[in-house]
C-alpha cells in the first residue's frame, strides 16, 4: 500500500474505497451512478450525509447543511453573495492564494474588502496576530488552513459580527463551535469526500437576507437549504462517499478522536523536522498546521537524493506546492500514523547517511 | 439485470460501470477518489476526455470544450453572463421547465428576455413553429431535447445570430453541427457521464466578450478554456467515468450508430402507443423526442394494474414526471433495444388481457 501524502484530493479510509466500489456495481439493484437523485433510496442517502455532518460537528439547531458543487472556488463566490448586507464591506484576512482568492472574488460582485491582516509580507509564513476589527463590516472572512504554505489559525478573535469560514483543508480535523460561524464552506476533498462536492454549513438567520442586485439561483443558499440540496441534481457520486466517510469517522470516535490521532501525527512529524540536522520547518512554530506540513532540506542539493528515498518507502505526493518547494506533508484523517511514521524513519536514515 | 428506463442520472454501459468500479479500487496504485487532479495520470484523463467529446462530436477547430460543475442550472447563469454582448437582449423559446429556468436565470442577471416562441399554452406538448428572429438580440437560446415533457426539436431556424443550446438531454444520442453554435452546455448525466459534470463547447471568438459589470472566475468560461478545466479541482471521478464511457461510444461507432439505435428504439415503443388500444402518446407526432417517450393509458383507472406489470418484468424508472403524470420512458444511449422490446412486450400483454 502506499502512503498517500498528497494535499487534496487525499486519501480517505481504504474500507470507504471499498464500499464505494460495490456500490459503482450494485446500489439495491442498480449502479450508484445510475440511479435517480429522485428515488427514495438515494434521498435517504442525502439525508443521511447532512445528518452525519450535524452529528459530526455537532451543528446546532438552527443551521442549516447543504451539499453544492463548484469547490471553494464557487464558495468564494457564494459567500459574498449570501452575506452581503446594507455596508457591502466585509473584513478579509490574507492568508495566501485561497484567501486571496476569496478575497478577489468578493471584490467581483462589489464587496469593499477591507484588509484586517495580511501575512504577504514574510510569503504567507505565519498567521497575522493582533487583527481590529471595525465595525461597518457585513462580515468577517477567513481561511482556517492554508493548505499550500502549513498554516492554520489555531483560534480567532471573538468578534460580534458574523464570522465566514473556508475550512475546506481542515473540516472534521478538530472539534469547532460552529455556533460562532454564520457561514463555514469547504471543499469535500480533503477530510470529508472525493473532489465534486461542496458542504456549507448556514446559520438560518442568515439566509435571505443578501442585498446583492445579482443572485443566480444556484449561488441562493436559501433555495438549496429549502430544497434539502436538492434543488437541481445534486453530485451523487461524490455525496455517497461523504456519507460513507462519515459514517466510517463517526464510528471510529468522531472528530474528537481523529483530533487525537492528527495532533499525534503533527507532533510526531514536526518532532522529526526540528531534531533531525537537515531539515527546517517554513513556517512560524505557533501557526504550524495539522494537517499540512511544509518543510524543507536545508541544503537543497540534497532534494534528488532525498527524493529516491521516500518513493522508494512507496511515499507519494510529498513535494511542495509549485509556489513554495520543498516538501509538504498532508496528513488528512485517514493517513494513518503508521505511513507517518514510514516517513519519519526515511528522514532519520537519510540524516545517518548524511551526517 | 434491471431495464432502467430513469430519465437521469440513468443508465452507462454495464462495462463503463465495472472499469469505474476497479478504478476507485486501483487507479495506478491508488484509488481514482484520492489522486490528486494535478498527477500526470490525472491530467492526462482529462485530456483524453476533452479529445473524445471532440472526435465524437466532430468538434472543428476554434472551439473549446470544458468540463465544469453545476448542472445546466449553473449552465443557465453561465450561458446568460458569457454571451451577454450590448443589447443585452436575448432571445428565448419556452418549450418547459428547463426552457423556463434558463429564462429566469437570464433575467436575473440583466438580460432582457424576448419571448421567440412559447408552447405553454398546451402544456408544452409542442415544439414552437415558424420562429421569427429580430436582429437585435445578443444571442438566441433554446432547450433541445424536453426531458419532462418528451418533445424535441428536429431542426432549428438558420440564424446568423449566435446560437447558445441546453443539450442536457439528447447531446451525444445524434449527430450534430457544432458550427452551427456558438455555445452548448450539458449537464453529463444523461448520455455522457454520472451526475457532477457538466460539459461546455464554446466557440473560442466567442469568449472574453462578456459586458456583464459581473463575472465571477467560476463562471467565466474565458478563464477555464485556458487552464484546461483546470482552474480549480475538477469533478474527478464524474470526468473519468465520462471518460470511460466516451471510449465506449467511440468503440462501438460513435453517435452515428447511437442515432441509428435511438431511432429504432424510438420508432419500436411509439409503434406500439400507436397501435395499442390502451395507450396514446403525450406530445405531437412530428415533436416527438428520441429520447423521453411520454405516454398514457387511456384509462387511468388501469395505472395500478400497469405498474405492477411492467414492475414485474424488472423495469425501473418508468412513472412520468410529476407534473406530467403518466408514463415516460427515457431510452439513453445506453438502454438496449432488448430492454424497449420488454416494455413493448408487457404493454402488448396488458392490451390482451385487457382486451
Not at 106 to 125: H, P, R, Y
Not at 128 to 148: G, M, Q, R, V, W
Not at 262 to 270: F, H, P, S, T, V
Amino acid at each position: 500500500m502506499k502512503h498517500n501524502f498528497g494535499a487534496g484530493p487525499c486519501i480517505l479510509p481504504q474500507n470507504v474505497f471499498k464500499e464505494a466500489a460495490a456500490a459503482v456495481l450494485d446500489f439495491n439493484g442498480l449502479s450508484i451512478l445510475e440511479v435517480s437523485h429522485r428515488h427514495k433510496d438515494y434521498v435517504a442517502v442525502m439525508s443521511e450525509a447532512i445528518e452525519l455532518v450535524k452529528k459530526a460537528l455537532n451543528v446546532p439547531e438552527g443551521y442549516s447543511v447543504i451539499f453544492l458543487q463548484g469547490g471553494a472556488t464557487l464558495g468564494f463566490t457564494i459567500a459574498a453573495l449570501n452575506m452581503m448586507r446594507d455596508h457591502k464591506r466585509a473584513g478579509y484576512i490574507n492568508t495566501g492564494t485561497w484567501a486571496s482568492g476569496a478575497i478577489k472574488e468578493a471584490k467581483k460582485v462589489g464587496i469593499d474588502v477591507v484588509n484586517l491582516g495580511s501575512s504577504e509580507d514574510k510569503q504567507f509564513t505565519y498567521i497575522p496576530k493582533n487583527i481590529e476589527i471595525p465595525a461597518d463590516l457585513d462580515y468577517i472572512h477567513f481561511t482556517s488552513n492554508n493548505t499550500i504554505y502549513g498554516t492554520q489559525f489555531h483560534d480567532f478573535p471573538k468578534t460580534d459580527l458574523p464570522l465566514v469560514c473556508d475550512m475546506s483543508s481542515d473540516i472534521f480535523s478538530k472539534e469547532i463551535n460552529v455556533a460562532d460561524y454564520d457561514l463555514i464552506y469547504a471543499g469535500a476533498q480533503k477530510n470529508l469526500g472525493p473532489a465534486g462536492a461542496t458542504l456549507y454549513i448556514v446559520k438560518d438567520s442568515a439566509l435571505g437576507k443578501s442585498t446583492s442586485p445579482f443572485l443566480p439561483s444556484y449561488l441562493d443558499l436559501k433555495l438549496h437549504a429549502e430544497k434539502e440540496s436538492m434543488y437541481n441534481t445534486p453530485p451523487v457520486f461524490s455525496v455517497y462517499v461523504a456519507m460513507l466517510n462519515l459514517r466510517d469517522l463517526l464510528k471510529n470516535g468522531g472528530v474528537k478522536a481523529k483530533e487525537q490521532e492528527n495532533i499525534a501525527k503533527a507532533n510526531l512529524l514536526y518532532r522529526e523536522i526540528d531534531s533531525n540536522p537537515l531539515f527546517e520547518g517554513n513556517v512560524a512554530v505557533e501557526d504550524r498546521s495539522l494537517m499540512n506540513v511544509s518543510f524543507k532540506l536545508k541544503n537543497e542539493a540534497l532534494e534528488a537524493e532525498f527524493d529516491k528515498a521516500w518513493k522508494a518507502a512507496d511515499i507519494v505526493g510529498l513535494p511542495g506546492h509549485r509556489s513554495v518547494g520543498g516538501y509538504r506533508a498532508s496528513m488528512y484523517n485517514a493517513l494513518p500514523l503508521s505511513s507517518v511514521q514510514v516517513l519519519v524513519d526515511v528522514m532519520k536514515d537519510f540524516a545517518q547517511k548524511n551526517a
